[in-house]
């Protein structure tokens, strides 16, 4: 599947609002890591909170969690195309903990090609340990 | 397609999650379109990136760090650092902006303006840095260690003709 229609948008919506937004790939972005390189993946192309979610802009966060459901859905996504969970995506700054602790994704370093971003992925076993 | 989350599950991971950020995806910035570590293209942002360099130059002396220390505290390439501080065109990417900026304790969002990233929307600022810009180049003698690394310099370039 190429071009616009491997894109899947989610969002999560509770009391009538939108919390959180995600747009994921599933084409066109090849697995890095060495063991599954070259492997096809979901890509998430980009994730947020609502600004009233974000621990940065907000003392209380109205809803926690939002994340972690956003990026579930992404590994869903992932085994129900057939790809065992696998899945990237370049995570802001303030956001890299949440990926390398929290989901345990491995952190493959700066992309210069992505604003210097660093690239996160996921593997099946990663991606077990994280739904468990 | 049917997603299911485990009530459990996310109640157990609740307050871990509930500090952290979870943005991904380069176009979660609000920044100008432009080619990362090439000049903005700009005319006018170039006194901004000039400020910036120096901002960051003055923000690593005041507290006694060396360039390797200011590179190790925000998790950048020596290279990089030396760049930011001398060479106006360049510019650096937003992830190296923010781990500045944290390092130095320094506003984010101003620093994202001032370091070419993001469109000026504060048309002060760009008044004010450049005034910085002029003001905060050093017209003072050479210290000791300066002369010192000048001389040494000079005398290898001369040697190596």
Not at chain 2, 72 to 84: L, P
Request: proline share 5%; aromatic share 8%.
């Amino acid at each position: 599947m190429r071009g616009l229609i491997a894109y899947r948008m989610f969002g999560v919506e509770c009391d009538g609002a939108m919390q959180g937004l995600m747009l994921a790939s599933t084409a066109g972005h090849p697995c890095r890591i060495k063991d599954q390189k070259g492997k096809e993946q979901v890509y998430v192309d980009f994730v947020a909170t609502a600004p009233w979610n974000s621990p940065g802009l907000v003392e209380i966060p109205r809803f926690s969690l939002v994340g972690r459901v956003l990026i579930a859905t992404a590994v869903q996504l992932s085994v129900e195309e057939g790809f065992r969970g696998r899945i990237g995506l370049h995570a802001l700054p303030q956001a890299e903990t949440f990926y390398a602790r929290n989901c345990g994704m491995t952190d493959l370093g700066n992309d210069k090609r992505k604003e210097g971003l660093r690239y996160f992925e996921m593997t099946p076993e990663q991606a077990g340990a994280f739904l468990r | 397609m049917k997603f299911s989350f485990d009530k459990e599950w996310l109640e157990r991971h609740a307050d871990s999650d509930q500090s952290l950020e979870i943005a991904a995806g380069s176009f979660s910035f609000d920044q100008v379109p432009r080619a990362m570590g090439k000049p903005a293209g700009d005319p006018a942002a170039e006194p901004r990136v000039v400020a910036f360099g120096r901002l960051i130059n003055l923000s690593r002396r005041k507290r006694g760090w060396s360039i390797e220390d200011l590179a190790e505290s925000s998790r950048i390439d020596v290279s990089e650092a030396i760049r930011i501080e001398h060479d106006p065109a360049y510019i650096p990417g937003p992830r190296t902006v923010y781990q500045l900026s944290t390092a130095l304790d320094l506003p984010r969002e101003q620093m994202l303006q001032l370091s070419g990233n993001m469109l000026v929307r504060d048309r002060r600022l760009g008044e004010q840095a450049v005034k910085f810009a002029a003001r905060s180049e050093s017209v003072e003698k050479l210290s000791r260690q300066e002369h010192q690394a000048l001389e040494e310099f000079v005398r290898y370039l001369n040697e190596s003709m």
